[in-house]
C-alpha cells in the first residue's frame, strides 16, 4: 500500500534536546512539507521541499531543521532553539503541484 | 496570501445535505479552491478542489460563485464520519497551501 508514515506517534523529550521526526512516503512524490497544529488552531507550514536537495521555509521555520537527500524520506528537527516545540507535528507530500496533498498520521511531541 | 472566511461550527442531521460556505473576496483570478477535512487527531484529508467551474467527485460538490469570491462545498447525504474540521483554502496551482481555523462540523444521528 502506498502512503506515507511518521514515527513515532508519540514523542517525549527534556527540554533543550534535540529531537528528529521521521516521514516516508512510498508515493514517488516530488513535493513534501512539514505542518504543526497547536490544540483547537489550523496548520502552520514549517518548511516544504519541491525537490531532493532542495527546500524552502515555510510561515513558522525558526527553530527548526530539514533535510532532503532522498526523494522518500524529509526528516524534521526540532532544535533546542524552538521556544514552544509541544505540538502535533504533521507530515505531506504532494506529486508536484499542491493540489492534493498526503498527510501522515502524524506525531504528537511533548516537550517537558 | 488571499483569506478564507468560514463559520467556526455548523450542525447537521444524519441523512440531510450539508452546505459548507467559504469567502474569499480577494481571491486572484490564478487561485484554485481547495476543501481538505480533518478527524480529531488524525492528518487533514483531501476532499475536492476547483478552479471557476462547479465540481464534483465521490466525496463532495463544489460549488463556486459565478466571480469566484465564494464558494460552498456540499455533502450530499451527512454521516456521523463525515464529523470533521472542514478548511477552505486558496492556493495558486504549484504554490504552498495555508491553513485557516476552518469549519467544525457536527453532526447528529
Known amino acids: 500500500d502506498g502512503g506515507i508514515t511518521q514515527s513515532p506517534k508519540y514523542l517525549f523529550r527534556k527540554e533543550g534536546q534535540n529531537v528528529t521526526l521521521s516521514c516516508e512516503q512510498n508515493l514517488n512524490h516530488d513535493a513534501m512539507y512539514w505542518y504543526r497544529q497547536d490544540p483547537g488552531q489550523g496548520l502552520r507550514l514549517i518548511y516544504y521541499?519541491?525537490?531532493?536537495?532542495?527546500?524552502q521555509k515555510g510561515d513558522i521555520a525558526e527553530g527548526y531543521s530539514v533535510s532532503r537527500e532522498k526523494k522518500e524520506s524529509f526528516p524534521l528537527t526540532v532544535t533546542s532553539a524552538q521556544k514552544n516545540p509541544t505540538a502535533f507535528y504533521l507530515c505531506?507530500?504532494?506529486?508536484?503541484?499542491?493540489?492534493?496533498?498526503?498527510f501522515g498520521p502524524g506525531t504528537r511531541l511533548t516537550v517537558t | 496570501d488571499a483569506k478564507t472566511t468560514q463559520p467556526n461550527s455548523m450542525e447537521s442531521n444524519e441523512e440531510e445535505p450539508v452546505h459548507l460556505p467559504c469567502n474569499h473576496s480577494?481571491?486572484?483570478?490564478?487561485?484554485?479552491i481547495h476543501w481538505y477535512r480533518q478527524l480529531p487527531s488524525q492528518g487533514p484529508e483531501y476532499v475536492i478542489h476547483?478552479?471557476?467551474s462547479n465540481v464534483n467527485n465521490r466525496m463532495a460538490s463544489l460549488a463556486i460563485a459565478e466571480d469566484r469570491k465564494s464558494s460552498t462545498l456540499i455533502l450530499h447525504r451527512a454521516t456521523l464520519r463525515d464529523a470533521a474540521v472542514y478548511y477552505c483554502i486558496l492556493g495558486e496551482y504549484g504554490n504552498k497551501l495555508v491553513f485557516g481555523a476552518g469549519t467544525i462540523l457536527r453532526v447528529k444521528s
Open positions: 521541499s519541491q525537490i531532493v536537495n532542495d527546500f
Open positions: 505531506a507530500s504532494s506529486l508536484r503541484s499542491p493540489s492534493e496533498q498526503y
Open positions: 476547483g478552479l471557476t
Open positions: 480577494t481571491i486572484s483570478g490564478t487561485d484554485y
